[in-house]
């Protein structure tokens, strides 16, 4: 039986217990509570490219908004071919991949208004619509431990959190709460990606999600944002680091593409087959 075909199996039983799964979300939420009020950088919105080209403020960081509107439709375009392919109804990871095309699209949408004329009102639809990334992702990886169910009710959850923590920015100023969710979940799933290929952990149900690779592009893409007027000043004004971020944010996609040619794999191949693979820990693909 292919793995796909095991989403509609009973589930297997994960050595996992979601109750560390629980814990981890209850330990965030403390952190988030407790952790001293932090602001958004005084000066988060004073980008290195002030540029304006055919009319368009900040042109650059606006126009390279388009790779993730490519990345979205990618997404969707190769969902649709494998749901074409199996003929069978689209199991729960393929609508938390439907649920990241959508948010590489509206990210691409929400960050371009956000950068045309940059203020806080704007960069919070922007951060909610990357909040719809994150969590579709956090799902995608979780599915590769636990069930269909608790993979989803982890990206509503997370999805969840998002909105609240930047509603509690927006009120209130304290940016701690988007701090604690970013950080938190990254570190969920970095302990993901290194469980051993075929450990017991992980669920045979799920095609592999190459974590190790979306967790290298989401890191360069943060240094880069980081970096925004030293990489600005190095590439003597042709390219900042903001506008590098969304570049390489957009080949964050990679991986759930890669995701998505394995369940074509697993659809052709016995997984008993794919099973005679040796693990490997913390393995990007």
């Known amino acids: 039986m292919s793995s796909y075909s095991a989403f509609f199996a009973s589930p297997q039983r994960s050595h996992a217990s979601p109750w560390l799964l629980l814990g981890w979300g209850v330990l965030l939420c403390l952190a988030a ?48 071919r494998f749901a074409h392919t199996s003929a069978q109804p689209l199991p729960m990871w393929g609508w938390l991949l439907a649920l990241a095309a959508l948010g590489f699209a509206v990210t691409a949408l929400a960050s371009s208004i956000y950068h045309w004329q940059p203020d806080d009102a704007g960069v919070f639809w922007d951060r909610l619509a990357m909040g719809v990334i994150f969590a579709a992702v956090i799902g995608l990886a979780v599915g590769q431990i636990y069930g269909a169910l608790t993979a989803a009710t982890a990206a509503l959850l997370t999805l969840a959190a998002a ?18 969710l970013q950080a938190g979940g990254m570190l969920l799933l970095l302990a993901i990606a290194c469980q051993p290929r075929h450990s017991p952990l992980r669920q045979a149900a799920a095609p592999l999600l190459p974590l190790g690779a979306l967790i290298a ?13 030293g990489v600005f000043a190095v590439t003597a004004g042709l ?15 990679w991986p759930l593409l890669q995701m998505l040619y394995n369940a074509q794999a697993d659809l052709a191949e016995p997984f008993s087959v794919r099973l005679a693979e040796p693990a490997h820990p913390c393995r990007s693909v």
Do not use: C
């Open 33 to 80: 509570a407790l952790l001293p009020a932090l602001p958004q950088a005084a000066h988060y919105h004073d980008f290195a490219d002030a540029r304006t080209l055919m009319g368009i403020p900040y042109a650059m960081d606006v126009l390279s908004n388009l790779p993730l509107l490519l990345a979205g439709l990618a997404i969707a375009w190769q969902l649709r």
């Open 163 to 180: 909105v609240l923590a930047l509603w509690i920015w927006r009120k209130t100023g304290n940016f701690t709460p988007w701090i604690v």
């Open 239 to 253: 390219l900042s680091g903001h506008s590098l971020k969304h570049i390489l944010a957009a080949l964050a996609a």
């Open 217 to 229: 592009w989401y890191s360069l893409a943060k240094l880069a944002e980081l970096g925004d007027h």
